[in-house]
């Protein structure tokens, strides 16, 4: 791999520079792209010959996670998607689960399998977990093993905000794709101290502890998270036997061999040298172990997968160049996951497995953000390497090892007119990727290299105070991943033949917001949206009778859909939240039983209300969320069920820093199962216990 370094120049603190120091076969690029690369750089950096003849507005940055602005995150007012955000309110109140939450936004479904800690994966208006780009701090989790991002994996303790875009991707998060993105914020450590206490504890023998500490001297400022959480998931379900169409055999068992117990740190530390120039560095680490219990509910499994995973990073800003137009961030990361999944005695998957996945991922990024009166320009360039490497323990298969490179340049425009009241923003997003697989035994080694340019528009125009407008339209395309393409983990398989699949992807929509005094109405926000989107070679995962998952490609799919959102706030603190969605994921496969269908595992209705309202000194939250029209297989021969789900929240927050919140889940326990033979608990109580100072 050639090397990266800083290195100094007159006019700008730091720049990355890329040295092209061999063209041997191992390179990360050819030459031809190192030169290319940082010829772009270079000319970006010196474009505004004449900055000190620009007049400087403010740019319009989004706070990060705890109120903090730094380069590099996102300029919501820049920005011409549709999002929403989850604030730290609502996850405090939800310790267990993030999916849980992101569930509840327009536009977005959340599919989990079994209780707490089991896998949980997000889709964005039609769009599968894979088509979702998923971010921690604007670092991409997705990565070339693919399979998509498992959202139980980040604890709700160390997550400040959750922004969900839908559609359009901001720029300052690299890479886009068809559903959208979720960028999950981590807490930062601020100058000011404080530190948080948490317990939970609930049905099923399920418990959590957090503690969080952050607090500054000088110019350093730090912050540490530690949690353990677990549950023994023996919640009640009902045992068909394998006879789904006959009760007589039934029965009502605790869930078997589903216990989980998971450890999670975070460290933050930083450095202010001046008002324009900081240092940040982040080590964050996750350990989950995991038993995996049998389509039949055996008492005697023995299967488990256990996952550990740490990962590196740094920042440096440096703001402020030529005369104040141009801010500059700087990112170096590394990350580390090995999954173990062990089936020896051949109780869950198609056989006995015993196997080891490593997936080892770094790159850097340089993030540059100009501005100078009604212009704005940003450009991202990042290089970014993964390594997959798959070990049979058991020895009957050999080792997999599979490597993507991938080289990104993200390049967008903004242009304001009418007094700023309307954006044009053109951007287009190059991406060169490499990848080394195999195949198979016989054909061994495989390569091959891509390049594509997906081009974006995006119009906001805001006629009056409390009306927005939005529309937006982009190319999108995804490569399939390692595990796609080779999987073999349970009753999950891969298919070698996978394509890549893209699309286009548009958007059309309004929010309105005022402050009213009508009929004890005192504030409305209101969000909708239309979206159309086409996509051929789509990839998706289905499930057969038998709970098998495979990927395959349709040979054309078009998502179309209507979202709503709706904050409506009334005397004495009553608070109303409405969201619904309708879609139409339809396969247009020119395949007879499968074209019209409705793509699986995806709802064609969902809706979510919740009322909350003071009480006695406490606040009281009522919600209830329906969905409907889903299907397990292609050829919607397996409807799932359409559930209601209500529940119940009291909680409760002392001016000395004490905090209770009581929740009832799932009043009416109903039986849920997002993946078929894998059900959600039904009716469950869970205490949290707070302190924070």
């Known amino acids: 791999m050639r090397p990266l370094s800083l290195s100094p120049l007159p006019y700008l603190e730091s720049v990355v520079r890329i040295e092209c120091v061999s063209a041997m076969r191992s390179s990360f690029l050819p030459r031809y792209r190192c030169v290319f690369l940082g010829l772009v750089l270079s000319s970006v950096l010196v474009l505004p010959a004449r900055a000190e003849d620009l007049a400087l507005q403010s740019l319009d940055v989004v706070s990060s996670a705890d109120g903090v602005h730094r380069t590099g995150d996102v300029l919501t007012e820049a920005t011409t998607g549709f999002s929403s955000s989850i604030h730290s309110d609502r996850i405090q109140q939800s310790q267990l689960s993030i999916g849980s939450l992101i569930d509840q936004e327009a536009g977005a479904q959340v599919r989990e399998s079994g209780g707490f800690g089991g896998y949980s994966e997000i889709s964005l208006r039609g769009a599968g977990s894979d088509q979702v780009m998923v971010f921690l701090d604007g670092m991409l989790l997705n990565d070339g093993s693919g399979g998509g991002v498992d959202l139980s994996l980040v604890d709700p303790a160390q997550t400040a905000r959750i922004d969900v875009y839908r559609g359009s991707t901001p720029l300052q998060l690299g890479k886009a794709s068809l559903g959208g993105a979720v960028n999950i914020l981590t807490h930062l450590d601020e100058a000011h101290s404080r530190y948080r206490v948490a317990a939970t504890a609930g049905d099923f023998g399920t418990y959590k502890v957090s503690a969080l500490a952050q607090g500054a001297r000088d110019d350093l400022d730090g912050l540490i998270s530690i949690s353990a959480a677990g549950s023994a998931n023996d919640f009640e379900l009902t045992n068909n036997n394998g006879t789904q169409h006959n009760p007589d055999d039934d029965r009502v068992e605790a869930r078997e061999n589903a216990a989980t117990a998971q450890q999670s740190a975070l460290l933050k530390a930083g450095r202010q040298f001046s008002e324009r120039r900081r240092l940040d560095g982040t080590a964050l680490f996750f350990n989950k172990a995991q038993e995996i219990p049998t389509w039949n509910n055996s008492p005697n499994a023995e299967a488990t997968f256990d996952t550990q995973s740490w990962q590196v990073r740094g920042r440096w800003i440096s703001d402020d160049h030529l005369n104040g137009t141009l801010d500059t961030a700087t990112e170096w990361y590394y990350t580390h996951r090995t999954e173990t999944y062990d089936d020896r005695n051949n109780e869950v998957g198609l056989a006995e497995q015993h196997d080891r996945y490593v997936t080892r991922t770094h790159g850097i990024s340089q993030t540059l953000q100009w501005q100078a009166g009604a212009s704005e320009a940003g450009l991202r360039l990042e290089l970014r390497e ?175 859909g209507w979202e709503l959102a709706l904050r409506a706030t009334f005397v004495h603190d009553l608070v109303l939240n409405l969201r619904y969605t309708t879609q139409d994921p339809e396969n247009r496969s020119p395949n007879a039983a499968f074209k019209g269908k409705v793509l699986p595992g995806r709802d064609q209705r969902a809706l979510y209300a919740s009322l909350e309202a003071p009480l006695l000194g406490w606040t009281l939250l009522y919600d209830v969320h329906m969905r409907s029209g889903r299907y397990y297989d292609t050829a919607n021969l397996l409807p799932n069920d359409d559930p209601q789900i209500h529940s119940l929240r009291l909680t409760r927050q002392s001016p000395s820093g004490f905090g209770i919140s009581l929740a009832l889940n799932n009043l009416t326990d109903e039986t849920v199962e997002d993946f078929n033979g894998y059900p959600k608990p039904g009716r469950a109580w869970f205490i949290t216990l707070s302190y924070e100072h």
């Open 386 to 560: 993964e390594r997959y490497h798959r070990n049979d323990k058991l020895g009957h298969d050999p080792d997999d090892r599979s490597r993507r490179q991938n080289a990104l340049a993200n390049l967008d425009v903004s242009q304001r007119f009418l007094q700023g009241r309307l954006r044009l923003t053109p951007s287009a997003r190059l991406h060169w990727r490499k990848s080394r697989y195999r195949l198979d035994d016989a054909d061994g080694t495989s390569r091959d290299e891509d390049f594509h340019a997906d081009p974006q528009l995006g119009l906001k125009y805001r006629p009056t105070a409390q009306l927005t407008l939005k529309s937006n339209v982009g190319r999108y395309r995804r490569e399939p991943g390692f595990f796609e393409l080779f999987g073999d983990r349970g009753l999950v398989l891969g298919n070698p033949e996978l394509v890549a699949e893209h699309g286009i992807n548009a958007d059309v929509g309004a929010e309105w917001q005022s402050h009213l005094e009508i009929a004890g109405l005192r504030a409305l926000r209101l969000q909708t949206s239309a979206w159309y989107n086409t996509i051929d070679d789509m990839i998706v995962r289905t499930f057969d009778a038998r709970g098998v998952g495979r990927s395959s490609n349709v040979a054309s799919a078009r998502l179309r």
